[in-house]
């Protein structure tokens, strides 16, 4: 098998996955914002169950690139394979249909800061139960306890009653994130989740976040800033430079010295 190789210094190989078929698969994909082509030929292969690190510095194209696997950004060219779907044929309410399938973890957290904690989770059944999951009260009790064991899940169930506007930033992205499990996601895509927290408070979103996603099965494929997260959260780390990839490794300590360079 051949190193992947960042700049003349090799790498450990990415090892063969024992993990299930391919539930993310990216080929050729190009995205151009004018002249610049922020991603140029990327293509990228995750598989069930798998975690995996996105790198690279601002304008690298992370955030792009998980926004073409859902179409909230349209690709130039190339093609998506999203949890078996050719993502790039999909009508409107097909698309509709598996973006329910995805959970998307932003870094601003998009509650509804008027409304209470439990319906901010609450909202995240709207893709299956619609005009039931709009807020708490006319929600079924079995949709507000779902709600209720999510938010539990995060360690907030006695904050469910909680304005959303009257939390911490630590409290909120946990918010999100019970949200996100609410949606009963397969693959759960996440931009910088911990980026707009402290260090002490990213840490520990970062780690829940990686332990429920570990727990339930889900595919994550995450972007970050932060190396320690990388390693100590991702089985493989994944290096976009000028819109390329350039680095596919298990993630590992040894690996520290490499991924710094790409912030140098």
Same mark, same amino acid.
């Given at each position: 098998? #051949?190193?992947?190789?960042?700049?003349?210094?090799? #790498?450990?190989?990415?090892?063969?996955?024992?993990?299930?078929?391919?539930?993310?698969?990216?080929?050729?994909?190009?995205?151009r914002f004018g002249r610049t082509a922020v991603l140029d030929g990327v293509s990228l292969s995750v598989r069930r169950g798998e975690r995996v690190a996105l790198i690279g510095a601002n304008g690298a194209g992370?955030? #792009?690139?998980?926004?073409?696997?859902?179409?909230?950004v349209e690709p130039d060219e190339g093609h998506t394979l999203l949890l078996g779907e050719p993502v790039g044929r999909l009508g409107r309410r097909a698309l509709t249909r598996l973006r329910r399938r995805v959970g998307f973890v932003f870094?601003?957290?998009n509650l509804v800061p008027r409304q209470s904690v439990l319906t901010n989770v609450v909202h995240g059944a709207l893709g299956r139960a619609g005009l039931l999951a709009v807020h708490q009260a006319v929600a079924?009790?079995?949709?507000r306890a779902e709600a209720v064991a999510c938010l539990d899940r995060v360690g907030l169930a006695a904050l469910a009653r909680q304005r959303a506007d009257t939390l911490s930033g630590g409290q909120s992205q946990r918010v999100a994130i019970a949200r996100a499990l609410m949606q009963r996601p397969e693959v759960m895509l996440a931009d910088e989740p911990v980026a707009s927290l402290d260090p002490a408070a990213g840490e520990e979103v970062m780690a829940l976040f990686a332990t429920l996603t570990r727990q339930a099965g889900v595919t994550l494929l995450f972007t970050t800033h932060t190396m320690t997260h990388a390693i100590a959260y991702a089985d493989r780390v994944v290096g976009l430079?000028?819109?390329?990839?350039?680095l596919d490794a298990p993630a590992h300590p040894g690996l520290a010295p490499v991924l710094e360079r790409f912030f140098e």
């Open positions: 098998m #051949t190193a992947v190789v960042l700049d003349g210094a090799a #790498t450990r190989p990415a090892a063969a996955s024992t993990a299930g078929p391919a539930e993310i698969a990216a080929d050729g994909l190009v995205k992370k955030s #792009t690139l998980l926004r073409c696997l859902v179409r909230l870094q601003r957290h079924p009790a079995a949709l430079r000028g819109g390329r990839i350039v």
